[in-house]
Structures are given as structure tokens and as C-alpha cells.
């Protein structure tokens, strides 16, 4: 079992900055995948980015590459995102996942899940 708890969230201007941080529970949290999704109003939960076990492979939706870094310290059982560079479109609610199936893009293949935090970028 793993339990995880997203901070960070908050209102930023365009072209500001945010560090989500998704702290787990569990002596497991290593051994899986973990990614970050987001979910606008009237929008499909969708990913943004993913992180390996290890934290040595990564992925990036093609519309925060370059802006969104995503991170995880397994000795602190913590996941990070940075988020720079943001955009009004980038306001949603923010939800960290734990997949035991490997960086997946479905939020089917993800096991566990946050409560999300609201990011909101004013224009």
C-alpha cells in the first residue's frame, strides 16, 4: 500500500514558477514508477510527466518539454515537479500517481493516486 500527499500548488503569474512535491508512504515507493497528471476543467485527466523507478528514465508531454522537470528522492520517498515558464493553460488541478507497470501514459495503469493541488497561472 501506498498513501500519497501532493504539495506546492498555489497561484503563479505567466512566466512564473512552481515545485509540486508528492510525499508517499510505504516501504515500497522505490520500486515503482511515478508520474504527474493534470486535470483542467472539462478536460481529460492527462500526463505530464513520468519518472522511472530508479529515476533514471523520464518522460515529457510535448507541451510542458522544456518548461517541466519531474524528480524523486526514493531516500525521502518524495517526487518532485518543477514547473517553470508556466502558461495560463497550464492551470489544473495537479495529481501525483504510483505505477507498478512502468512509466504508462494511462491513468488506468496507475495504482495509487494523490488528492491532486490546484495550480493556477494567471494571465
Known amino acids: 500500500q501506498v498513501q500519497l500527499v501532493e504539495s506546492g500548488g498555489g497561484l503563479v503569474q505567466a512566466g512564473g514558477s512552481l515545485s509540486l512535491s508528492c510525499a508517499a508512504s510505504g516501504r515500497t515507493f522505490s520500486s515503482y514508477a511515478m508520474g504527474w497528471f493534470r486535470q483542467a476543467p472539462g478536460k481529460e485527466r492527462e500526463l505530464v510527466a513520468a519518472?522511472?523507478?530508479?529515476?533514471?528514465?523520464?518522460f515529457y508531454s510535448d507541451s510542458v518539454k522544456g518548461r517541466f522537470t519531474i524528480a524523486r528522492d526514493n531516500a525521502k520517498n518524495t517526487v518532485y515537479l518543477q514547473m517553470n515558464s508556466l502558461k495560463p493553460e497550464d492551470t489544473a488541478v495537479y495529481y501525483c500517481a504510483a505505477s507498478r507497470w512502468g512509466m504508462m501514459a494511462h491513468t488506468s495503469w496507475y495504482d495509487y493516486w494523490g488528492q491532486g493541488t490546484q495550480v493556477t497561472v494567471s494571465s
Open positions: 519518472l522511472s523507478w530508479s529515476g533514471g528514465t523520464t
